[in-house]
């Protein structure tokens, strides 16, 4: 078997034209565009380049983009005092604070100073809680682009058996509650989880977010299952290759690959789409606080 592969660039490419012309009938409906504030504290290189093409893909979907960019030095009651006039800010929708502050920074006080509706990451314990009862809420990013690529293969996720490789507060937990929104059985595992190899192989749909290199090989992967491999994990190259490293996933790829029905490869799967769903959470946002429909596939 040679499972299909799941092209996160050209899902997410459709994502973002979706969301363009989303934000444009809201322009000629509204007069309103929607508008992402982006907070960057200061100068990790990996950090900066993520900011920079999320400016650049929020422009490209029409939408307004805000960057405000800080010294190390701030202080929390600074940082927090900017959170509070973007929240006061109708001209911003939705509200980022990329991850990670400097070690006198209290993450949790930032993420839940952020207004629950402008919190486009959904980090936000309201919005935690939210998606767990089943009410409107802002979806993570990653999550939401994996149940993404997950319906539009499957249709209906009903009645199939997940597992999801991981308990982060970032992937693994929200995964598997929208898993069970959509009427999975779903199984939360992780790396000490016993008899973890049995366990993926009764998936049919296993999801990996454990954040250890090619964790999972082929051998654990159920024939025909759905394989998300949210894993980013840069290893070495051996002498003498062309680039000195290369990035792979939480899953052995050629491996799992023979094995699956389907599976998103590393780079170039789940990857893409954690931008898309930003940009898509944003319009979201801006409609909902306009009492406009926002487009039903942008939407858990």
Known sequence: MTARIIDGKAFSAKVRAEVATGVAALKASHGITPGLAVVLVGEDPASQVYVRNKGKQTVEAGMASFEHKRDTSITEDELLALIDELNADPAVHGILCQLPLPTHIDEARVINAITPEKDVDGFHISNVGRIATGQDAMVPCTPLGCLMMLRDHHGSLSGMNAVVVGRSNIVGKPMAQLLLRDSCTV?????????????????????????????????WVKPGATV???GINRLDNPPGSEKPTRLVGDVHFESAAAVAGAITPVPGGVGPMTIACLLANTLVSCCRANGADAPSGLTA
């Open 187 to 219: 199984t939360i595992a992780h790396s000490r989880t016993t008899n973890l190899a049995e366990v993926c192989r009764e998936a049919d749909i296993l999801v990996a977010a454990v954040g250890r290199p090619e964790m999972i090989p082929g051998d």
């Open 228 to 230: 998300i491999d949210v």
